[in-house]
């Protein structure tokens, strides 16, 4: 088969024919599908096979009108058959690789057996670890998450759709949907435009200029207009001001929906506003070309033309019109052993080390009594949310630590159930942490509990896993916690009890055996906070770049602990009764983001800026300032540091946040050795929107703190007009 001319092909196609490749619909049966592959429908989701999707292509180019190949849709998210860690883990490397390997075995697994559309990555920008949700993004900051969306999208598409090993990528929830009020999903949306372009768009531009092939609109309403029907962001901001020429995708049933928002009539309506406002792709139950004729009374023709040909133009660059078929004979169906290293290397870069007293982590390998003991000793619950029922399953945590550190003599105990009541395994827990050395607790909260429509208004440990921490801090017996959860969990009731923690997310396929060499000492716990944990539910949303006020509370005489003190507490002589503060709650949030421990220690020294000044006009022609600083490992082990570059902006015309990420650099250093970092800054990074929507960077001082949460350096540079 040839490329045929795409203008010739949309003039010979009817109305109807137009309609049916505005479209996905859910998985029928076989003869169901079939039947719609004839009708010339643009897209089904993957019947699960090459074979079964080889008959839908083959019906769709050989008995279809026009021979239009399909889009085969699926939700490849961390993983096809070999899962690697969820995405909120993924970006708690700070290594942007790790994304890129999940992305790439992701297309080539899925594309092998006939996939070409996944709907990922989701950027979202996530402060409301309520969202279940947020275990499928990349956390708070919008800088972070733009560089790990744009990262999923090089690793899904690569340089060249047509290949074999790669697949259209998805940026969604266009947009603010990870801004959904009280942190309950699907639910309102209301900000103002210059928080909107500040932190939710910023990732989608970043996709975009990444060159995702695909977007989806969100579930939310923003401001009181549903985004399927939101012109304004779709078509003025998306298409014109980004320059997007894929194609834009609802979510599962999304236009129906608006007739449940209130905003439309009924189905037609709903789908003609939908398409007017820049929607290309419906997704749902309903057959757009049912009954045309009255949706074609409400949208366009210019813009029907404009949708079919996004799709077509899409089908061409993945190769569907020369190369429609998948090669059953190449089709993969399980993990190989590369992908399952490419796996295992991918999630020994994500667990963080929250607490460590007294050096208990690592366990060295030696002979001594320990009690593995918890609902996650035994669980094979390692994959997290967004995972498909054929992604290839871990193993235990029992096993994996018990072959790793094999001189260990191994006590296994349940010690609790995820949801249930445990009195009685908490009591045999307690009973036989007696007769060991160390006790390891594994404990967290089960991957069906986030994810999509898995709000939490409670974030503590479920079931009575806090019980049985307390029951073994109560022993005396020296033990560790290890702490698995697809968000940021409240943990004050326990906390301060357990001498060492090691957060270990959901790690996918490999997950116990890179948790087991993380324990070990094997690999460094390398991994930092992408998102905060508060100490309460009530002091949600707390994010480390939230704004300044005019009434910081302090402490000690500076100020809130949740900034980087760059030197700039204003005077304040008001009593600290007045000040931005709970009265029942200590200051700051119990990890911050950007927290992690290492098993060595760092020193930062020599920071320096390239130049003290620079002009507007020259950053704005593509100057940049570049930020330097050596990494010393002061320990005895080798280590990974993370270090970060923060922004304050002292005096603005608009109150600005207290810091903005604007670099990070995570670097392996051996013991007793060093490295420079380089990091570096421009026009895009220094400035900030105002409330009529312009990009602005104003003369005056900004400060650049590089620092790695230990060690932090204020560094001053003067922008001229």
Not at 465 to 483: C, E, H, K, S
Not at 570 to 582: C, E, F, I, Q
Not at 625 to 649: E, F, I, S, W, Y
């Amino acid at each position: 088969m040839t490329t045929p001319d795409l203008d010739a092909l949309l003039a010979r196609m009817s109305p109807a024919d137009k309609l049916a490749q505005l479209q996905i619909l859910w998985r029928r049966d076989e003869a169901d599908a079939l039947a719609l592959a004839r009708a010339g429908i643009g897209a089904l989701f993957w019947p699960q096979s090459a074979e079964k999707t080889n008959a839908l292509q083959r019906a769709a180019v050989e008995e279809s009108a026009h021979g239009i190949p399909l889009l085969i849709g699926l939700d490849v998210v961390h993983g096809q058959f070999t899962i690697f860690p969820t995405p909120l883990a993924q970006a708690a490397s700070f290594d942007l690789a790790v994304a890129e390997a999940d992305a790439l075995v992701s297309a080539t697994e899925a594309r092998s057996g006939g996939v070409t559309w996944t709907f990922s990555p989701m950027v979202d920008v996530t402060r409301d670890p309520r969202w279940g949700r947020v275990v499928e993004g990349f956390g708070e900051d919008s800088f972070l998450t733009s560089a790990f969306g744009a990262a999923k999208v090089r690793g899904y598409q690569g340089d060249d759709l047509s290949s074999s090993e790669r697949i259209a990528s998805c940026l969604k929830h266009f947009v603010a949907y990870g801004a959904a009020e009280g942190g309950r999903d699907y639910n309102t949306t209301d900000m103002s435009w210059r928080r909107l372009r500040e932190t939710y768009l910023t990732p989608f531009r970043a996709g975009v200029d990444a060159g995702a092939a695909t977007v989806m609109a969100s579930f939310n309403s923003l401001n009181g207009t549903p985004m399927h029907a939101n012109r304004r962001l779709l078509t003025e901001v998306l298409s014109d001001e980004y320059g997007f020429g894929g194609v834009v995708v609802g979510d599962a049933d999304g236009v129906l929906q608006l007739a449940v928002h209130g905003v439309a009539a009924d189905e037609v309506d709903a789908i003609g506003r939908a398409l007017s406002a820049g929607l290309d792709v419906v997704m749902g139950g309903i057959e757009l070309t049912a009954d045309g004729e009255p949706i074609l009374d409400h949208v366009s023709p210019a813009r029907i033309d404009d949708a079919v040909l996004r799709i077509l133009r899409l089908k061409r660059d993945l190769g569907l019109f020369e190369h429609p078929y998948a090669d059953a004979a190449a089709e993969r169906s399980a993990p190989t052993s590369d992908t399952l290293d490419e796996a295992l290397h991918a999630a020994e870069r994500c667990p963080v080390l929250l607490k460590n007293d007294g050096g208990l982590l690592p366990i060295a390998d030696e002979p001594r009594r320990i009690l593995l003991t918890g609902p996650y000793a035994r669980s094979t619950d390692h994959l997290g949310a967004w995972v498909q029922h054929f992604g290839a399953e871990a193993g235990t945590l029992s096993d994996a630590l018990a072959a790793q550190l094999p001189q260990a003599s191994w006590t296994i105990a349940d010690g609790a159930d995820f949801l249930a009541p445990s009195a009685p395994q908490i009591e045999e827990a307690v009973a036989l942490a007696a007769d060991h050395d160390l006790v390891v607790v594994a404990v967290g909260e089960p991957s069906s509990i986030s994810g999509e429509a898995s709000s939490r208004s409670d974030i503590r440990l479920p079931g009575d896993q806090t019980a049985l921490i307390r029951a073994i801090a109560a022993t005396g017996v020296p033990f560790v916690v290890l702490l698995a959860s697809g968000r940021p969990l409240v943990v004050e009731d326990w906390i301060d009890d357990a001498p060492a923690v090691l957060l270990t997310w959901h790690l996918g396929t490999r997950g116990p055996e890179a948790i087991a060499r993380v324990v070990a000492g094997a690999v460094d716990a390398g991994g930092r906070l992408p998102m905060t944990f508060p100490r309460s539910v009530g002091q949600i949303p707390v994010h480390h770049d939230h704004e300044r006020t005019g009434r910081p509370a302090r402490t000690g005489g500076s100020l809130d602990v949740e900034r980087w003190d760059v030197g700039l507490q204003g005077p304040n002589n008001l009593d600290d009764y007045y000040s931005s503060k709970y009265l029942d709650l200590d200051l700051g949030p119990r990890f911050a983001f950007g927290h992690g421990l290492s098993y060595t220690t760092f020193r930062l020294d020599g920071a320096q800026l390239d130049t003290p000044t620079v002009s507007a006009g020259d950053l704005r022609a593509g100057a940049l300032l570049t930020v330097r600083v050596d990494v010393h490992n002061t320990g005895q082990r080798d280590g990974d540091d993370v270090v970060l570059l923060h922004l304050a902006d002292p005096v603005a015309t608009l109150a600005q946040p207290v810091q903005r990420l604007r670099g990070f650099r995570r670097v392996t250093v051996p013991a007793g050795e060093k490295t420079t970092v380089t990091l570096q800054v421009g026009w895009d990074d220094l400035g900030f929107w105002d409330d009529d929507s312009r990009y602005v960077v104003e003369p005056g001082e900004l400060v650049l703190t590089i620092t790695d949460g230990t060690d932090a350096t204020p560094l001053t540079v003067l922008v001229t007009g």
